[in-house]
């Protein structure tokens, strides 16, 4: 097999061992710098990219065990060849538990160093190829700040990249922590209006008395305690994205004002009488059935009508568990990350429980779980015990939702889902087709026998 070319920075006292090793490489199609103590090995590493380092351990000034852990506390991943004596392999040694990569006893065969790079290089090549490959990976399962690879979430992530670029009203609907103005947000990066302000606005937790003053702002004088000119949210949203969280608590005089700015795109402050064009795009969201709202009364059947003209509706978490596993991984990862915990991943009990779960909370509150267990646990999976109560209270036994009838409905639900082809299965469930094909042995899963036409 061919092997791409390497850039080596050899360590050496001795010109003859440096400059003959270097020329043989040079044959080989390497890129190689020579350094005749560790000082200059430092300097080179300094303003250079290495993929390997080969040196010396016995050199006046600066020894090659010393220079090993300089090089290490600077890129931990480098590999570094040591060259030592017969007398000095005990040494060698040493520096193999220190985090060099091998070593080879003077007087040494060039052969042997360039089968010894080969490997190096060959190594390096596949763990880069590997790190692009999950970065395509997770790429795949993320639409901006959204996470999911489920039929469901991928359905979302064609709407919004459908919608994005059109400056059509949307209204994104969903239970409460699924994700919606995530969604509200990944509309405005995709769109033209992505270099202007992005503006949420929570309507439910706007008192009624300064919905319209906050919306369309207000005039010095306008009221008591209005002192100064206030721009409000639709001017500060200005050629960029206004989003209307929790649209559907609004008061009837307040969804009318909404209406008629959404028709004739101008609005007045409070108080004041020059009309304000409105150059922005509404995007809208609610929990509740505006459809229902309607029905009752409580919402304008009009202003439904101008606020669904593209509805995005973001599933429930319990309606999309394949997803769990990756939105596990993607909090454990961020907090780990923003509290410096060497948490790696979630034990398979842990994770047992995390697919139990209702998630009456979605994905915020599967994101609240993540966190606690980052900042409780002691180790670096996470455990049943470093989940909060909630997660884990269903799933005891005695209740016919034991750990094991979990896996088997899960696993069951992802062949159904991959229409039975064990790749996509194991790939959706992050396990290998070999421990697949076992639980599905164990479970009794077989593929449903087609019925002839």
Do not use: W
């Given at each position: 097999m061919e092997v791409a070319s390497a850039r080596i920075l050899i360590v050496d006292d001795e010109p003859i061992v440096r400059e003959s090793l270097g020329a043989y490489l040079r044959d080989q199609g390497h890129l190689?710098?020579?350094?005749?103590?560790?000082?200059?090995?430092?300097?080179?590493?300094?303003?250079?990219?290495?993929?390997?380092?080969?040196?010396?351990?016995?050199?006046?000034?600066?020894?090659g065990v010393t220079v090993l852990a300089e090089l290490k506390c600077r890129q931990p991943?480098?590999?570094?060849?040591?060259?030592?004596?017969?007398?000095?392999?005990?040494?060698?040694?040493?520096?193999?538990?220190?985090?060099?990569?091998?070593?080879?006893?003077?007087?040494?065969?060039?052969?042997?160093?360039?089968?010894?790079?080969?490997?190096?290089?060959?190594?390096?090549?596949?763990?880069?190829?590997?790190?692009?490959?999950?970065?395509?990976?997770?790429?795949?399962?993320?639409?901006?700040?959204?996470?999911?690879?489920?039929?469901?979430?991928?359905?979302?992530?064609?709407?919004?990249?459908?919608?994005?670029?059109?400056?059509?009203?949307?209204?994104?609907?969903?239970?409460?922590?699924?994700?919606?103005?995530?969604?509200?947000?990944?509309?405005?990066r995709r769109s033209?209006?992505?270099?202007?302000?992005?503006?949420?606005?929570?309507?439910?937790?706007?008192?009624?008395?300064?919905?319209?003053?906050?919306?369309?702002?207000?005039?010095?004088?306008?009221?008591?305690?209005?002192?100064?000119?206030?721009?409000?949210?639709?001017?500060?949203?200005?050629?960029?994205?206004?989003?209307?969280?929790?649209?559907?608590?609004?008061?009837?005089?307040?969804?009318?004002?909404?209406?008629?700015?959404?028709?004739?795109?101008?609005?007045?402050?409070?108080?004041g009488t020059e009309e304000i064009a409105a150059d922005v795009r509404v995007v809208a969201a609610t929990n509740r059935d505006l459809g229902a709202e309607v029905k009752t009364g409580r919402f304008r059947e009009d202003l439904y009508y101008r606020l669904k003209v593209v509805v995005i509706p973001l599933p429930p978490?319990?309606?999309?568990?394949?997803?769990?596993?990756?939105?596990?991984?993607h909090f454990l990862e961020h907090f780990a990350r923003e509290m410096g915990r060497a948490v790696r991943a979630v034990s398979p009990d842990a994770m047992a429980l995390l697919l139990a779960h209702d998630w009456p909370g979605n994905v915020r509150e599967l994101a609240n779980a993540l966190q606690r267990a980052v900042a409780v646990g002691r180790s670096e999976l996470v455990e049943p015990i470093d989940l909060p109560v909630e997660a884990a209270a269903e799933a005891v036994p005695g209740t016919g939702r034991t750990l094991q009838e979990l896996e088997q409905r899960h696993v069951a639900a992802v062949l159904e889902e991959s229409d039975w082809n064990v790749t996509h299965?194991?790939?959706?469930?992050?396990?290998?087709?070999?421990?697949?094909?076992?639980?599905?042995?164990?479970?009794?899963?077989?593929?449903?026998e087609r019925q002839p036409p």
């Open positions: 190689c710098d020579l350094a005749p103590g560790g000082r200059a090995a430092l300097e080179l590493a300094a303003r250079n990219s290495y993929q390997l380092v080969i040196l010396d351990i016995r050199m006046p000034g600066m020894d991943d480098l590999p570094v060849l040591m060259i030592t004596a017969y007398a000095e392999v005990t040494t060698a040694v040493a520096a193999m538990k220190a985090g060099a990569y091998d070593y080879v006893v003077k007087p040494f065969d060039p052969e042997e160093i360039g089968l010894i790079v080969r490997n190096v290089v060959a190594h390096h090549h596949l763990i880069r190829e590997n790190l692009q490959l999950r970065q395509k990976l997770a790429e795949r399962d993320r639409f901006e700040e959204l996470v999911g690879r489920s039929p469901r979430m991928r359905a979302v992530f064609d709407l919004i990249a459908g919608v994005a670029d059109t400056n059509v009203t949307v209204l994104i609907t969903g239970e409460s922590g699924t994700g919606k103005e995530l969604a509200a947000r990944a509309i405005h033209p209006r992505a270099n202007g302000p992005f503006v949420a606005v929570s309507c439910g937790g706007l008192p009624e008395t300064l919905v319209e003053s906050e919306l369309f702002g207000h005039e010095r004088g306008a009221f008591t305690g209005a002192v100064a000119r206030h721009r409000g949210r639709f001017e500060q949203a200005g050629g960029g994205t206004l989003f209307l969280d929790e649209v559907a608590e609004i008061s009837p005089k307040t969804q009318v004002d909404l209406l008629r700015v959404l028709e004739s795109r101008r609005f007045t402050r409070l108080g978490l319990r309606e999309r568990t394949e997803d769990i596993p990756l939105l596990a991984t299965a194991a790939t959706t469930l992050g396990i290998d087709r070999v421990t697949l094909y076992k639980k599905m042995k164990r479970y009794g899963l077989r593929r449903p």
